[in-house]
């Protein structure tokens, strides 16, 4: 009997033995690599749950928010897989650089992920599109290239997307999802029209990009007068000020406003699990700053 038990045992994946022992291994071996404030860490406690940054429930690591945190490096491969029981990562505002590693995919309980302002780089990974209980992604203001993926469709509970400040290219896929009402892929190369289940977004999702049609003022044609010359001309302005302080002309007063363009990208708000009116950072309309709104009047 007892020699039926240890088979069975042993038959058993590693993630039914995941608890918190395993967790605080993981969040050691992210130290390790990406150092910053995790160094201040008192790894002498046997339990993580009071480390900066760190949210226990149920003898299971939950919530890791590390923002602005002076981390550095590529996240290692084979850590943050063990932490399956994680509902909200925040990286966002380090130096964080390379692709993100496969082993992210393990987070199927995910639902809040914040990596906007590092330079992580390479294309949306297929793994991300998988993790079906994202409600808030942020990816801003990366150098994330290639093509977006249609599969963001496959995200049904995505509430929050926000792609820009990268270098994504091409085509803007058709991305119906119903509950999402925070979008942006502005300063991007992305062109062609907006497709008809993005129309209904503002103005301001699309800034910076060559794309056409509504809900922007350009017609997608190639004899549409000075449409396109003008979206050109804004694009390039768009990316000549990214990260940057930039001037830009006000078509209602003639007069040019000095812009903080890093100030706006710090600006986004990261949620947790509450409602968007309640999100953290508060002030923000759709995802976009008043200053950002400012650009287009």
């Given at each position: 009997?007892?020699?039926?038990?240890?088979?069975?045992?042993?038959?058993?994946?590693?993630?039914?033995?995941?608890?918190?022992?395993?967790?605080?291994?993981?969040?050691?071996?992210?130290?390790?690599?990406?150092?910053?404030?995790?160094?201040?860490?008192?790894?002498?406690?046997?339990?993580?749950?009071?480390?900066?940054?760190?949210?226990?429930?149920?003898?299971?690591?939950?919530?890791?928010?590390?923002?602005?945190?002076?981390?550095?490096?590529?996240?290692?491969?084979?850590?943050?897989?063990?932490?399956?029981?994680?509902?909200?990562?925040?990286?966002?505002?380090?130096?964080?650089?390379?692709?993100?590693?496969?082993?992210?995919?393990?987070?199927?309980?995910?639902?809040?992920?914040?990596?906007?302002?590092?330079?992580?780089?390479?294309?949306?990974?297929?793994?991300?599109?998988?993790?079906?209980?994202?409600?808030?992604?942020?990816?801003?203001?990366?150098?994330?290239s290639g093509e977006i993926p249609s599969g963001f469709n496959n995200l049904t509970r995505l509430r929050t997307l926000f792609l820009e400040n990268n270098q994504f290219s091409g085509s803007?896929?058709?991305?119906?999802?119903?509950?999402?009402?925070?979008?942006?892929?502005?300063?991007?190369?992305?062109?062609?029209?907006?497709?008809?289940?993005?129309?209904?977004?503002?103005?301001?999702?699309?800034?910076?990009?060559?794309?056409?049609?509504?809900?922007?003022?350009?017609?997608?044609?190639?004899?549409?007068?000075?449409?396109?010359?003008?979206?050109?001309?804004?694009?390039?302005?768009?990316?000549?000020?990214?990260?940057?302080?930039?001037?830009?002309?006000?078509?209602?007063?003639?007069?040019?406003?000095?812009?903080?363009?890093?100030?706006?990208?710090?600006?986004?708000?990261?949620?947790?699990?509450?409602?968007?009116?309640?999100?953290?950072?508060?002030?923000?309309?759709?995802?976009?700053?008043?200053?950002?709104?400012?650009?287009?009047?």
């Amino acid at each position: 009997m007892l020699l039926l038990l240890l088979l069975f045992l042993g038959l058993l994946s590693p993630a039914a033995f995941s608890d918190l022992s395993t967790d605080r291994a993981a969040l050691l071996a992210l130290r390790a690599a990406v150092g910053g404030r995790t160094l201040f860490w008192n790894t002498n406690l046997t339990t993580p749950c009071n480390w900066q940054g760190v949210q226990c429930e149920n003898n299971r690591v939950t919530v890791l928010r590390l923002p602005a945190s002076s981390l550095f490096g590529t996240l290692p491969a084979d850590a943050l897989s063990n932490l399956t029981a994680l509902r909200t990562l925040s990286l966002r505002l380090n130096h964080l650089s390379g692709p993100l590693p496969g082993d992210l995919s393990q987070l199927s309980q995910l639902r809040n992920l914040y990596l906007q302002g590092n330079q992580f780089t390479g294309s949306v990974p297929d793994f991300l599109l998988s993790l079906h209980s994202l409600v808030r992604l942020n990816l801003a203001s990366n150098n994330f290239s290639g093509e977006i993926p249609s599969g963001f469709n496959n995200l049904t509970r995505l509430r929050t997307l926000f792609l820009e400040n990268n270098q994504f290219s091409g085509s803007l896929p058709d991305i119906e999802l119903p509950n999402l009402d925070q979008f942006n892929v502005s300063f991007n190369n992305l062109n062609g029209s907006v497709p008809k289940g993005l129309a209904g977004k503002p103005k301001n999702a699309f800034l910076g990009t060559l794309l056409c049609g509504k809900p922007l003022d350009s017609v997608c044609a190639d004899n549409a007068g000075e449409s396109r010359p003008r979206l050109l001309r804004e694009a390039q302005m768009g990316a000549g000020i990214r990260g940057k302080v930039g001037k830009r002309s006000c078509p209602r007063s003639g007069k040019s406003q000095v812009v903080d363009v890093a100030a706006i990208k710090n600006q986004e708000n990261e949620a947790g699990e509450k409602p968007a009116a309640e999100a953290e950072n508060a002030g923000m309309n759709n995802g976009f700053s008043v200053l950002q709104q400012q650009l287009l009047r």
